[in-house]
């Protein structure tokens, strides 16, 4: 089984500030999705790195995908309270379309 | 396009029971998910279906059966649910042509065992 650890498990910052959320894991996967959650709802795609040392950028949010696949961080500049919610990478391997979740990080952004 | 659809929102079953969770996708994907969510846990797949007639167990089958009849259709099947399957589940769909692997979750159902 892949595992696909999250840190931090939570973090409440106040707005305006920066964070960092890391994935990591100990095997290779093809691609790599981050995911925000909303209470009450599904997960939502917000971005895939496919390349290793990628690097995409969605407004204040900066994905990386590490150099040998293995690990991703997601940076958040100047977050506001609308960027709350509950955070997930995904790593998928293969054709399978099988993906395998990290835990999650919830973020609170206080205002 | 409604997207992903899950019916029921919310179910209460005594130990025992049975129930059928319901997922429907009109985007014409070929892959269809099962997940279940709990605290500190993450998504954890129960079972796929690659196209219709065809389905795989995931990382957590056990207690769970599937059938894909249809393209649309990809209901959830509790057999006698216990206390351990409440959870919070969702369904999800993919095109087949996405190299990118991304999944388009419904709404969830929330189910509790007592």
């Known amino acids: 089984t892949q595992l696909l650890e999250q840190s931090p498990q939570f973090l409440s910052i106040q707005e305006g500030e920066n964070l960092t959320v890391y994935c990591n894991s100990s095997?290779?996967?093809?691609?790599l999705q981050w995911y925000r959650q909303e209470p009450g709802e599904g997960p939502v795609l917000l971005v895939t790195?496919?390349?290793?040392?990628e690097v995409k950028k969605l407004k204040r949010l900066t994905f990386q995908f590490g150099d040998a696949r293995k690990d991703s961080s997601l940076h958040i500049t100047a977050a506001q309270p609308g960027d709350t919610g509950l955070y997930l990478c995904a790593g998928a391997t293969g054709s399978a379309r099988q993906l395998t979740f990290g835990s999650g990080t919830q973020l609170t952004v206080l205002p | 396009n409604a997207g992903v659809t899950q019916t029921p929102k919310f179910q209460v079953l005594k130990t025992g029971q049975s129930m059928t969770l319901q997922c429907a996708q009109d985007?014409?994907?070929?892959?269809m998910s099962w997940y279940r969510q709990d605290p500190g846990m993450g998504l954890r797949l129960i079972h796929y279906s690659v196209g219709a007639g065809i389905t795989d167990q995931g990382e957590v089958p056990n207690g769970y059966n599937v059938s894909r009849s249809t393209t649309e259709d990809f209901p959830l099947r509790l057999l006698s649910a216990a206390p351990s399957q409440t959870s919070v589940y969702f369904c999800?769909?993919?095109?087949?042509?996405?190299?990118?692997?991304?999944?388009?979750f419904g709404p969830g159902t929330r189910l509790t065992v007592t």
């Open positions: 095997s290779v996967f093809s691609s």
């Open positions: 790195v496919v390349t290793g040392g």
């Open positions: 999800a769909s993919s095109h087949r042509g996405s190299g990118s692997h991304e999944q388009y």
């Open positions: 985007m014409n994907h070929e892959y």
